[in-house]
C-alpha cells in the first residue's frame, strides 16, 4: 500500500494538468514502512525528452541526485517516482515497466484528460482524472513487475 498526504497526491495531479499535453514526472519522498511505502512529498521533476515528451518522460541523473541529497538532509527515502498519461488511462505500460529500476518503489501515474488540438496548460480544457499506483517488484531486472497497489489518501502531509 501507499499512503500518502492530500497536499502531495493533489501536487501530483495539479503537475499532470500543468504539463498537458506532455507527460509530467517527479519524486516521492518518504518512508519504508513494513506495510508500504509513506510519501510525505511530491518533488516535480523536468522531463527532459525532446523526442516525445507527450508519450514519455525521462529525469536527468543530476536531478535525481540532488533530489535524493535533498532527501537525505531532510531524513527521507526515495519511495516513489509519478508520471502522468495525457489523454491514456492510469496504466503502466510496457515502456513504463522497460524503464523502472528501483526495486520496491512505488510508481504513481495519473490520467489527464483533455484537448491537446484546442488547448493545454492553462486554459481548463484538462484534468487529472485518475490517480493509480503500482508497485516495482521482483529481485532484479530478470523477474520485475508492476503490481497494482492500492493508495491511501490521508487529511494530513502523511508524516508519521
Known amino acids: 500500500m501507499l499512503r500518502m498526504g492530500q497536499m502531495p497526491f493533489d501536487r501530483i495531479r495539479q ?3 500543468e ?14 514502512e513494513t506495510d508500504g511505502n509513506r510519501a ?3 518533488v516535480s521533476a523536468e522531463n527532459t525528452r525532446s523526442d516525445s515528451a507527450h508519450n514519455r518522460y525521462r529525469i536527468a541523473p543530476s536531478e535525481l541526485i540532488r533530489i535524493q541529497q535533498q532527501a537525505r538532509h531532510r531524513g527521507l527515502d526515495i519511495v516513489g517516482f ?6 491514456h488511462p492510469a496504466e503502466w505500460s510496457k515502456t513504463d515497466l522497460e524503464e523502472a529500476h528501483w526495486l520496491g518503489c512505488s510508481y504513481v501515474i495519473t ?3 483533455g484537448n491537446a488540438a484546442g488547448g493545454g496548460a492553462g486554459t481548463g480544457r484538462c484534468r487529472a482524472t485518475e490517480t493509480n499506483s503500482f508497485l516495482l517488484a521482483g529481485t532484479g531486472e530478470e523477474d520485475k513487475r508492476l503490481e497494482r497497489e492500492p493508495i491511501e489518501v490521508t487529511a494530513g502531509v502523511g508524516a508519521r
Open 15 to 17: 503537475h499532470g494538468e
Open 19 to 32: 504539463t498537458y499535453p506532455n507527460e509530467c514526472c517527479g519524486v516521492l519522498l518518504g518512508y519504508v
Open 40 to 42: 510525505i512529498d511530491a
Open 82 to 87: 509519478y508520471h502522468s498519461h495525457p489523454d
Open 111 to 113: 490520467s489527464v484528460a
